[in-house]
């Protein structure tokens, strides 16, 4: 599985798990606020892909998370500042 599959999945799972939001009702162009989220939520979000990618996490930056898409956008234009972005290139 790709990182972009796994990173996908660790979102809607916690979308589903704490907002009751199902997979079949997020598009990519799906507002987070339509989709029950809050700032903390999105925090929520970033802390768990830090914790689990080793993301660095800017509040500032993601504070401009505004879609599902952004939040994917978000997360691979700070790969390469990852401290172990080597094991996690796609196949």
């Given amino acids: 599985m790709s990182l972009a599959n796994d990173v996908e999945r660790d979102i809607i799972g916690y979308l589903h798990a704490h907002y009751g939001v199902d997979a079949d ?11 029950g989220l809050d700032s903390l939520g999105v925090l929520a979000i970033g802390d768990i892909l830090s ?20 939040f994917k956008k978000f997360v691979f234009l700070n790969r390469a500042q990852w401290p172990t972005a080597e094991h996690l290139v796609d196949d």
């Fill in 51 to 70: 914790t689990k990618y080793g993301l660095p996490l800017d509040d500032e930056r993601i504070a401009g998370v505004r879609t599902f898409s952004d």
């Fill in 25 to 35: 009702e997020i598009t990519d162009e799906s507002t987070l606020a339509d989709l």
